[in-house]
């Protein structure tokens, strides 16, 4: 069964150092990973994805994730946050050998950064 | 820049009422789905839908709910008969064909049952 863990609950950075929001994935096949942004009253919004090929992907408003196979990591990271950026992510993956679109979503971090 | 958007934001109903809550995806999109968050849990899938057909369902998605795209721009979510554990906010997503992966949500539905 595919699985993801977002092991904090919630991470806190002063403004203009790097941040990193930690995922750890099980999946059975080749897996699909995603990082999702909420603001408050808003609906999910799409950051990144890695389907196959470089481990690094960039992806909006400056933000990176690494994808780690052997670690089966997916940790999201910005070299330097944003006040703006305080929002709750998600990381989610899919079953690449899947058509349907169904994700799989971690519980949420919360990050939260202070001028 | 479109969006998917969702009706109503917060819906109140009694126990065993039927609800159903609405969604406009995005034009062009094809692939529809609903996700639900139950507060203080993870997002969870509901079912997926493309050409007028469930494409998946989770275990939670049983014969109390349905989904129907009754025209070209709507996607309905319907529970018949609601039961206090499917308090929750629902999320609608629609993606193209081909990338079904990058999913666009609307703000959700707030649905208390009482």
């Known amino acids: 069964a595919q699985s993801v863990a977002q092991p904090e609950d919630q991470v806190n950075v002063a403004e203009g150092n790097p941040l990193t929001v930690k995922c750890t994935y099980s999946?059975?096949?080749?897996?699909?990973l995603f990082w999702y942004v909420q603001y408050p009253n808003r609906g999910l919004q799409f950051l990144l994805k890695?389907?196959?090929?470089?481990?690094l992907v960039k992806g909006s408003y400056g933000f990176e994730a690494e994808f780690n196979k052997s670690q089966t990591s997916f940790h999201l990271k910005k070299p330097s946050a944003l006040v703006s950026d305080s929002a709750l992510y998600f990381c989610?993956?899919?079953?690449?050998?899947?058509?349907?679109?169904?994700?799989?979503f971690g519980q949420g971090t919360t990050l939260q950064v202070k001028p | 820049e479109p969006e998917v958007t969702q009706t109503p934001s917060h819906q109140v109903t009694q126990m065993g009422q039927e609800v159903i809550l609405r969604c406009v995806p995005i034009?062009?999109?094809?692939?529809f789905y609903w996700y639900r968050q139950i507060l203080g849990q993870k997002v969870e899938f509901l079912v997926s839908?493309?050409?007028?057909?469930?494409?998946?369902k989770s275990e939670i998605f049983d014969d109390q709910f349905s989904v129907e795209r009754p025209d070209g721009s709507n996607f309905t979510l319907k529970i018949r008969s609601t039961k206090l554990e499917d308090s929750a906010m629902y999320f609608c997503?629609?993606?193209?064909?081909?990338?079904?992966?990058?999913?666009?949500f609307g703000p959700g539905t707030r649905l208390t049952v009482l």
């Open positions: 839908f493309y050409n007028n057909e469930i494409s998946e």
């Open positions: 989610a993956v899919s079953d690449g050998s899947s058509n349907t679109g169904k994700l799989i």
């Open positions: 999946v059975s096949g080749n897996p699909y």
């Open positions: 890695y389907i196959t090929g470089d481990n």
């Open positions: 034009s062009n999109h094809l692939y």
């Open positions: 997503a629609s993606s193209v064909a081909g990338d079904t992966d990058t999913q666009y």
